[in-house]
């Protein structure tokens, strides 16, 4: 019970923050006092996308015991998608005045368009690709994987090394991706200035809204047979396989939906920040991701999602503040979160609460005795 109230308490939580940022923002006047600048709106905008991307780790490691540290490429690859129509949407305003090619294309003296890059012209067809281009590279490494039975700590290091091999591949400049740059200088979204305060305000919103219709819809998944059966395959996968199940094909399903909302939290991120380069796909990011979990609550989701709004608030300060100190304070998380909170801070709440209760009905029986 307590458990189903801290869910409620978070989703209310996060339902009131963009209940004020819309009220403050968007209803009442700048003369009252109450908006928020454009830093906070955007710093709040990627708790909410890292949120996002925590959950998308959660339901594949949390529910179906799939420890993924390449998460980040997904998350990478729906900012790339992103990343490619803003960029389309600069035109003759670059830097080269060039109406077809982006700037680092002229630089590099491109003579004409990649041809992946036809049709991100378009927001629908590249909203479109901001699920389908993570979701086929999760099916396509996950046919392999889950068909050969790779598990465990394998599947670990063979999911780090994929980020790790499209780290470098979008760092070189043939590739077409901006090379070590990225993507940047976006000018407009849907006609609309970026920068402008109102979108600002439109993609915080979005963000959150779309971090509640994540949980929920994770949520959902979670109570019907499906996610009874990821459980049950996490707790114990032989005894699944031998009662008959096709084991590979629900981690198959589950991981190419985990992947989707990366991807979305990704496109959500992008256009926020303002940049997407090769370091989104970096082995420590993927490490970071596991750590938020780990911290929130494994096998949660809105604990995976408190645990990446508390991480990166905290490393927000120490780099602000003491950006020396920023990694030892996440290595301090790890290792005390693996010592003293196994079951993370939801679970840690909800195991004292249950102690408490126990502790109290004990007196409260021997004081009637």
Request: charged share 10%; hydrophobic share 55%.
């Amino acid at each position: 019970m307590l458990l189903i109230f801290l869910r409620k308490l978070i989703l209310s939580s996060i339902a009131a923050l963009l209940m004020y940022v819309f009220i403050a923002n968007v209803v009442l006047p700048e003369s009252f006092g109450l908006a928020l600048d454009s830093y906070t709106l955007t710093i709040i905008g990627k708790y909410l996308c890292f949120a996002m991307l925590a959950v998308a780790l959660d339901l594949v490691w949390g529910y179906c015991g799939i420890l993924s540290l390449g998460h980040t490429a997904f998350f990478a690859l729906g900012g790339y998608a992103m990343g490619m129509y803003l960029m389309r949407q600069i035109g003759d305003r670059g830097t080269y005045g060039d109406s077809e090619l982006p700037d680092f294309m002229v630089f590099l003296n491109w003579d004409e368009l990649p041809w992946f890059w036809f049709g991100f012209d378009q927001f629908w067809f590249a909203g479109l690709m901001v699920f389908l281009v993570p979701g086929i590279l999760a099916f396509v490494f996950g046919w392999f994987a889950f068909r050969s039975r790779v598990s465990g700590v394998y599947l670990s290091i063979i999911t780090q090394a994929l980020t790790y091999a499209l780290m470098l591949a979008f760092f070189r400049n043939e590739m077409g991706f901006g090379g070590n740059n990225g993507l940047t200088d976006f000018k407009d979204i849907l006609g609309y200035s970026v920068s402008s305060p109102d979108v600002r305000v439109a993609l915080m919103l979005l963000s959150g809204c779309g971090l509640i219709g994540c949980l929920l819809l994770c949520m959902q998944l979670m109570k019907t047979k499906f996610g009874r059966v990821l459980i049950a395959i996490r707790d114990s996968e032989s005894r699944i396989r031998f009662l008959g199940y096709r084991v590979e094909y629900y981690k198959l399903l589950v991981f190419v939906i985990s992947a989707m909302i990366a991807g979305f939290a990704g496109a959500l991120y992008v256009p926020q920040v303002g940049i997407i380069n090769p370091g989104e796909f970096s082995p420590l990011a993927s490490i970071e991701v596991v750590v938020w979990v780990a911290l929130g609550g494994r096998g949660s989701l809105v604990g995976a999602a408190l645990g990446a709004i508390a991480v990166n608030a905290a490393k927000t300060f120490f780099t602000g503040f003491y950006p020396e100190a920023w990694l030892f304070f996440l290595g301090a998380i790890f290792v005390i979160s693996t010592l003293y909170l196994p079951k993370g801070i939801l679970g840690a709440i909800v195991d004292l609460s249950a102690k408490y209760q126990s502790t109290r009905s004990t007196s409260l029986k021997e004081s009637c005795s």
